[in-house]
Structures are given as structure tokens and as C-alpha cells.
């Protein structure tokens, strides 16, 4: 689509809020489960470690679907990618509300993974083919706004319907949404680029998969077992030959799944590095706040799990004119500034370890928040910027698959740093928790200060343009 045909009208935003409404669900869906793992555990007669697989196995259907993005927008139309999305997550909806036993329950959730797989990286695509680039940073920032907002409303909202109406009233609240989304994008979804009929590289597909299989496998054993376990060494060793072939493959390939030769742009790899370290700060935070404040706060289950929603909340509205001052100011001056405001959150919750208390923890992640909705979608527009259009597409597959695995580890790293330090306080869990979290603050805040160096690494490199694959 040529430069001068791009508009914003109706048909666009309502192709945006279709895609988004399908993200939004999914991620609701995915933080608002995590409330109700004792439920579930007591209903269907199942421990711990099963009961996880509702997260972990989403989140590896999610890290095995969205590497195909790709391919699957150059091979197919997106109305019929959309259309396949939402079916697929209606089906699963059903069945996890009417789940007999937990298997069903979590074949339901796998098959809201694929769609939600399919639908994540198409409301981006959406944004990059069709809207004006003196508008992409303000349109990127919407659709950062609509999965932003998940989070703040998944443990409030699983909280609220576990405690009034029972767990599958999750998943049937979110049907007549998912209804309104088929209706908005059968109707509006156009197809703005040229079918390919390019072969599948299914080989190069299955080491992808297995790679990224074997790294979530290893993160959450590493929670329980320790990352010394051999079996966790192992398995991130098959996890780092798996994407080395890979990698190696497709830079040979003339079709490949995924165009490696992005990561050739310097300031686009390092974009791509600062959004992976806030994905891994931000899940770490969603660990170590509710779990403080239950623990060594005394707070109550739905008080701990409403701590971050006023931060997510201003997060996600900061997301749109973050993005709209990219647009007027360029990306420099509100993405150092989001992430100086993240170091300056982290600083914080480092100082106060000791005796955090509710308001603490609300001001300090507001303060993160601020920096965060200034930081991850600015970073990620920017680092699109820095491709050639008939890349951005395997961009944004780099971009939407390496940010559910960085979340992945993120909340693994944290939980063993807090198991450890519990394990050695024994007669004090309380004391074992803080320490724990505060050695975890202090890790995050090191992260963010290697964020802030990306980030200044992308505008102080060179560019290098490297021309796509054909």
C-alpha cells in the first residue's frame, strides 16, 4: 500500500479493535486464571504443578504460533486469518466454561492460545500496512493501549468472578466480546497487500518449536528443580542448538519463515533487546508485588491482586500520546524518559524492600507504569521503523514472539530468587519473602539500567539497511 493511499477511517479502526479485542481477551484470560489455580486445584482433583499448564501451556502455544505470523500473512488473506482466530477462540471459550475435567479445560485453553497466536501480531500488521507514518506512533500506541489494559483488568476481574459467580464465568463473559469482534472485522478487515503462494519451511517451523518448547519447559522446572538441575541445563541446551540451526537455515533459505537478516540492523536488534528487558521487569514485578504483599504485608488475596491495576491503568493511557509525541518529537526523547522513569521506580522498590506497604507499592509502580507506557510501545515502533516495509512483517513476528518468552523467564528468575531466599528462612517466611523480593529488586533494577544502555545504543548506532529475502 503506497504512502499516499494510507488513511485513518472507519474501516481501519474498526480492524484494529477487532484484532485488539481478540489480544485483549487473551491476555485477560491469561492473567485472570492465575487467581484461580486453588479453585481449580481443589475441583478437579489436580496439584501445583498440573495446574500450571493452564499459564505454561498457553504460553507455549503462544511462542509456537506467532513465529508463523509471518508466513501466514503472505500466504493467506487477513480477513481469513482473522476469521480463523476468532473461531478458534470461540471454540476454546466454550470449551473451558464447560470443561468436565481439566484436560478439557486445558485443551480449551491450548486452542485460545492458536487463535490468540494468530490475532496478536495481526492488529500490528494492521497498523504498519495501513496507517499514515506521521500517525503510526499515535496508532501504535492504541494498540498498545487495548493489551495493556489486560493485565490491570485480569486479576481484579478473575478475583471479583471466582469470589461471586465461579471460575467459568471467566471465559462466558468474554463471549459476546468475541462475538462483537467477528462482527467488526468480517465487515471491515481489507486486504491491502498481495497473496504469495510461497512454500512452508517446515523444518526450519519444528526447530523454532522445539526451540522455544524446550526454554519454556526449562524456565518452569527451573522454579522448582533450580537452574543447576541438569535436566534444566539440557533442556536450554537443545533450546539454544534447536535456534542456532535454525538460525543458520533461514539465512540460507529464499523463503524463510522468518527473515533473520532483520537482526543485521543494529538499532533494530537493540530495540528489540529493550523491549525483552521491560517484558522481563514488568512480568518480574507482576510476581514479586502480590506475592510481598501477602506474604509480608498480611494483605488480602484480592487487595494484593488490585495493587498494579491503577499503574496499568495509567500505563495504558499514557501508551497513545506516548506514541503521538514520537510522531511530533521523535523516539528518542519519550523513550529515554520512560525508561529513566523506570530505573527511578526500581531504585525505589530496591531502597524501600524492607518495609514496603500498600501505598508504597501503588506510588513506586505507578512511577513504572509511567515510564513503561512512555518505553515498550515507543521501542517497538521504533524498531519497525528501522526495517524496510517488506520486512516489518517478520519484525513483528521477532518482536511478539521474544516478548512471551522474556516474560516467561522473567517470572521464573524472580519466583527461584524469592524460593531460595525462603527456603533459607524457614522459621520466618516472612523475612525469607522480603529478602528474597528485595535481592529480585535489585536484579530488575540492573535490568533496567541495561534497558536504558540499548536504548542508547539505538539512537547512537549506525543504521544498516539490509534488503528482504525474496
Do not use: H, W
Given at each position: 500500500?503506497?504512502?499516499?493511499?494510507?488513511?485513518?477511517?472507519?474501516?481501519?479502526?474498526?480492524?484494529?479493535?477487532?484484532?485488539?479485542?481478540?489480544?485483549?481477551?487473551?491476555?485477560?484470560?491469561?492473567?485472570?486464571?492465575?487467581?484461580?489455580?486453588?479453585?481449580?486445584m481443589k475441583e478437579f482433583g489436580v496439584g501445583t504443578s498440573t495446574v500450571q499448564w493452564i499459564t505454561t501451556g498457553y504460553l507455549l502455544v503462544l511462542a509456537v504460533i506467532i513465529p508463523a505470523s509471518s508466513y501466514l500473512k503472505k500466504r493467506f488473506t487477513t480477513k481469513t486469518l482473522f476469521i480463523t482466530a476468532v473461531s478458534l477462540f470461540i471454540i476454546g471459550t466454550i470449551m473451558a466454561a464447560a470443561a468436565p475435567a481439566f484436560t478439557v479445560l486445558l485443551a480449551g485453553r491450548l486452542i485460545q492460545g492458536v487463535g490468540t497466536g494468530i490475532a496478536l501480531p495481526m492488529m500490528f500488521n494492521i497498523v504498519l500496512?495501513?496507517?499514515?507514518?506521521?500517525?503510526?506512533?499515535?496508532?501504535m500506541g492504541i494498540a498498545s493501549l487495548i493489551t495493556a489494559m489486560a493485565p490491570a483488568v485480569g486479576p481484579s476481574l478473575g478475583g471479583m468472578i471466582v469470589s461471586y459467580f465461579g471460575w467459568r464465568m471467566i471465559f462466558v463473559v468474554l463471549l459476546p466480546l468475541l462475538i462483537l469482534a467477528f462482527l467488526f472485522g468480517v465487515t471491515s478487515i481489507r486486504q491491502v497487500t498481495e497473496i504469495q503462494k510461497?512454500?512452508?519451511?517446515?523444518?526450519?517451523?519444528?526447530?523454532?518449536?522445539?526451540?522455544?518448547?524446550?526454554?519454556?519447559?526449562?524456565?518452569?522446572?527451573?522454579s522448582e528443580a533450580g537452574w543447576t538441575s541438569v535436566r534444566v541445563i539440557v533442556?536450554?541446551?537443545?533450546?539454544?542448538?534447536?535456534?542456532?540451526?535454525?538460525?543458520?537455515?533461514?539465512?540460507?533459505?529464499?523463503?524463510?519463515?522468518i527473515d533473520v537478516k532483520v537482526f543485521r540492523c543494529l538499532p533494530f536488534s537493540l530495540s528489540v533487546l529493550t523491549l525483552l528487558l521491560i517484558q522481563f521487569i514488568c512480568l518480574g514485578l507482576g510476581y514479586l508485588i502480590p506475592n510481598y504483599s501477602q506474604i509480608v504485608s498480611g494483605e488480602e488475596a484480592f487487595v494484593a491482586g488490585c495493587l498494579l491495576l491503577p499503574g496499568c491503568i495509567l500505563g495504558a493511557c499514557i501508551a497513545p500520546v506516548s506514541g503521538r509525541l514520537l510522531d511530533r518529537l521523535g523516539a528518542k526523547k519519550p523513550i529515554l524518559t520512560g525508561i529513566s522513569a523506570i530505573i527511578i521506580a526500581l531504585c525505589c522498590f530496591s531502597?524501600?524492600?524492607?518495609?514496603?506497604?500498600?501505598?508504597?507499592?501503588?506510588?513506586?509502580?505507578l512511577i513504572f507504569a509511567f515510564g513503561q507506557g512512555f518505553s515498550s510501545g515507543n521501542s517497538m515502533t521504533n524498531g519497525l521503523r528501522q526495517l524496510p516495509a517488506a520486512q516489518n512483517a517478520d519484525g513483528n513476528a521477532v518482536?511478539?514472539?521474544?516478548?512471551?518468552?522474556?516474560?516467561?523467564?522473567?517470572?521464573?528468575?524472580?519466583?527461584?530468587?524469592?524460593?531460595?531466599?525462603?527456603?533459607?528462612?524457614?522459621e520466618d517466611m516472612a523475612l525469607g519473602t522480603m529478602e528474597g523480593s528485595r535481592s529480585a529488586?535489585?536484579?530488575?533494577?540492573?535490568?533496567?539500567?541495561?534497558?536504558?544502555?540499548?536504548?542508547?545504543?539505538?539512537?547512537?548506532?549506525?543504521?544498516?539497511t539490509v534488503e528482504p529475502q525474496k
Open positions: 500500500m503506497k504512502e499516499s493511499e494510507k488513511k485513518i477511517d472507519g474501516k481501519l479502526i474498526l480492524s484494529i479493535l477487532a484484532a485488539g479485542i481478540m489480544s485483549f481477551s487473551g491476555v485477560v484470560v491469561e492473567t485472570a486464571m492465575n487467581v484461580t489455580f486453588p479453585t481449580l500496512e495501513q496507517v499514515p507514518e506521521d500517525k503510526l506512533g499515535l496508532m510461497i512454500s512452508f519451511q517446515i523444518v526450519d517451523y519444528l526447530l523454532l518449536s522445539a526451540g522455544f518448547a524446550c526454554f519454556i519447559f526449562a524456565t518452569n522446572m527451573a533442556l536450554f541446551v537443545l533450546s539454544a542448538a534447536a535456534v542456532a540451526i535454525f538460525y543458520i537455515r533461514s539465512k540460507k533459505a529464499e523463503s524463510p519463515l531502597i524501600f524492600a524492607a518495609k514496603l506497604t500498600t501505598p508504597l507499592f501503588i506510588t513506586f509502580y518482536f511478539n514472539t521474544l516478548q512471551q518468552l522474556a516474560g516467561a523467564i522473567g517470572t521464573s528468575i524472580v519466583a527461584t530468587i524469592v524460593a531460595s531466599a525462603q527456603a533459607a528462612r524457614l529488586f535489585y536484579l530488575l533494577a540492573v535490568l533496567a539500567a541495561a534497558a536504558f544502555l540499548c536504548s542508547c545504543g539505538v539512537f547512537f548506532s549506525k543504521k544498516v
